[in-house]
């Protein structure tokens, strides 16, 4: 540890050392949410800058003969807009004084900025392609160092507009790492949440409990003008902000705020949903609140207020509910097996959250963002499982080895409470143009309990009858701290960073056991009892360390280098006690383990980055020496230390022909470590029957992963299209070999680590839309095809399996006026399976078929349309699945709604879920042995009312000194 600290202090004093570089003028943030590159400094000569994807282009200077340089130059930066308020991309200005002569052209963003400006008086000429020309002399102050311009509004040409429909943003482009929609092309009704807008967008899919996916991946986070709202809570996010609010709506793919700051991409990308409001909703207050309550204690209840003035945000939510779990839903998302579409369990579930979160400008160069929230439920679960597998065991009474099956039925009833707690602040501070700070403590704590009543009979080569009563009490708090600080040159792009990554936590775990065995294969039946108590704390300490440098070699190349420290601590304890008949407590040192380990991974990444107007580019290398070392104390002092070394290449490369169409290739490798407890060589028997054997000749894991995405968004025919290969390879992956032993006791299990090599993955999406008479028709097809080639082992033997996945949906949206909206839908799904132990007796094959036929919509009636009757129907059809309660189940929701009040700001809702009382779950888990089914019911039909009441109040655009203020591209506003 020592030796880590020695290190991070001298990277830390390397920073240092660069920070004594001159520094450059205060300069405009960058515009994007995109990674991005400081501008290129403007020559004295006739020659265009550097362009960094996404950023505004730098001004061309054209130098005027015999007049001298002013001693002092100046920021000059603005906005153009068309008369609808949207900007415009692309257009020319050019700025003229008598001692400057600048030229540039607006991104996508609607911005420009130009650099070194002589002179505070000029003149400004901006031209559009079917607008007119807009020519305005401007005086400022000559002590300005940094010129912000009002919004230049361009209007269209009488002439032009006959011939050329002008629409200065397209409904969707694509940048790097960010595809961005524009939210006003999605209509919806009044007071609508942002989850009924994303609805009707093409790409995501929008679950009832507010999940949130991307074209097949799931969105982790959400954010508001560019930073996390509450936490980062998607459903939080999508189900309580205001959709009349939101100007358009972004998916990143985020690979961590060092990336953001610096461009250099390390590890596996999330997706993230950015927000940004409108520029007329950027000072002003939100309130909604709701109140619903139905039959046998049955309510949900939420608060929402909000405060916006800019990058200010204050924000509260409260909700409260009392449901039942799993309601029922059309299986619009694909979820769930042979019901409609829920992807729940049986039971019901109280819960509640609240949670504050804070956003300020504190000063030009202070913002802070911070979060509390606290979430708790009790959960009661209900589920029914049955499963066949196929093991090859040792029957030690006959002193054989034999291949049999074995076929299980349990019903099982869990009781679960969780409380949570996690709060976090982020302070940022941008002293000057070169250096920039960011500091983010957090804290979280969890404490859960939980009781599971289980019942199971099993049939086969050993039939026995299990009673189980398990309680278990968990409680772990967690400290965090990130450190980041970047320093930028004075040469354009050139920029380096560290960042400190701190976390610590204290697990504490109790469980108990009480299990009775009944022997039904001797008469008379044998019991057998085993009571334990396991007592496990864990204690982690984990250390990062990064430093990264960009260099560039030209206008258009850089040489980027990561260099990371890792450090994972662990100490470990488990204390096993039996509980004997009378009482008595007896510590059973053979089932105790104790031991402490750590892992410490040295990264070294060296990239070359070309980026063009069309394409860009980066291949590299990682080098990855890692070391795992540690002892295990209760087995006399046992201790393992092993090291390996791995050099990884990287591969990125993205074509973008247009704004609207972009083709992405990426390679990597990501090795992974066994865990101690998989390599260390002795026994672990804490769990009854069943002992686990490390394996110290355990080999790292490698897995190879390549991925090829294409979009392509045709404007003027509105057609979107967008498909995704992924594939990947798996080298020594970790696999654990399971051997049956039946005894007098019961049937006992002994696991072992082992290494396997071949397992493989490919899989495939694609999404095709098509919009017509200004979205009130759209066509929606899309799919994902997926094959799995999974490898493992049951006593030694080799098994295999293979599994095809085919998912296909079709599901135009039609809303020919106000008052009618229907949306069809079907999708059709097939999963094969073939399991190599499969034989004619004993069929571990799989072969499921589900096909559903959807319809939701609505129907505005009355004399002001102000009535709303909703449904919600869907119809299934599953085959394969033996088993299942309902083969087809036909699942109906319907709704009533009452729009009051003069701004329609009051609803009186009446919402009758699963009318017919077919609604249930059933999901198959294919393992390396056979299957299991998990079937629920949860009996979802019951109805409630509730009353919701939107209050909104808006003061204008968030302004400074009098001037509106500019936006980056994710929406925060620039000061």
Known sequence: MKKLLLIAVALFLSCSVFAQQPTTPPATPPTTVTPTTPPATVAPTTQPATVTPGAPPAAVRTVTPGLPDALDARDVSGVVKDSKGETVIG??????????????????????????????????????????????????NDVAKRITLDPIELFGENELLKEVVINGTPSITYKTDTVEYKASDYKVRANATVDEMLKKAEGFEVGTDGSLTFNGTAVAKARLNGKDYSGGDVAQAIQSLPADIIEKFQVVDDYGDQAGRTGIKNGDAQKVLNLTTRADRSVGNILRLSANVGPNGRHEERIFAQRINGNQQIGVNVALSNTLNGIASSGRQGNGGGGGGGNGSGGNTVSGNASVNYRDQLSKAVQVTGSYSINYSDANVLNLTSSLNSYKFFDKATNTERTDTLFNTTTSNNLTNNKTHRASVEFEITPDSSNFIRITPSFSLTNSTSSNMQDQLQKGFRNQSTNSVTSNSNNTPQLGLIAFYQYIFK?????????????????????????????????PITDSVIHRIVARKNLSKNFRTSLTYVEPLSPSSQIEFNGQINYRGYDNSLLTDSVGPSGTVTRLEKATNIFNYSFTETRAALNYRLVKTKFNISLGATAIPTRLEGTNVSRGNIAVARSNFFLVPLFRFQYQWSRQQQLAINYSGTPSEPTFDQIQPVPDVSQPLNTTYGNPDLKPSFR???????????????????????????????????????????????????????GKTVSGNYNISKSFSDRRYSLMLNGTASYDYSLGLNAGTRTQITTYNFRNSFGPRINPNDVIEINPYVSHSLTRSYNSLSTEKNNLNSDITRMSFNLEGRFYFGKDRSWTIEYDLSKNYVSGIANNVTKNPFVANAFIEKQMFAKRNGILR??????????????????????????????????????????????GRAQRDGRSLLRRGDGSFIY
């Open 491 to 523: 040469k354009p792009r050139r920029n380096i960073s560290i960042q400190f990554n701190l976390t610590s936590g204290d697990q504490k775990q109790n469980n108990e056991q009480n299990t009775l065995i009944r022997n039904l294969d001797k008469l």
């Open 91 to 140: 257009a020319s200005v050019k700025l003229i004084s008598a001692k400057d002569s600048l030229q540039t052209a607006t991104n996508e963003d609607g911005i420009f900025i130009f650099k070194d400006v002589k002179l505070a008086t000029f003149v400004i000429t901006v031209k559009a392609m079917g607008m007119k020309t807009v020519i305005r002399k401007l005086l400022n």
């Open 704 to 758: 190879h992963t390549a991925s090829i995405r294409y979009s392509n968004y045709l404007s003027n025919s509105r057609l979107n299209l967008s498909g995704t290969i992924n594939g990947s390879l798996n080298n020594n992956q970790v696999v654990s070999n399971t051997t049956l032993i039946l005894t007098d006791k019961g049937t006992e299990r002994e696991t072992r680590y082992v290494n396997i090599s071949g």
């Open 910 to 955: 009446v919402a009758f879920f699963d009318i017919f009382n077919q609604n249930n779950f059933i999901n198959r888990n294919i393992t390396s042995t056979g299957y299991t089914d998990t079937r629920s019911n949860p009996l979802s039909r019951y109805f409630m009312v509730g009353f919701t009441l939107n209050l909104q109040k808006w003061s």
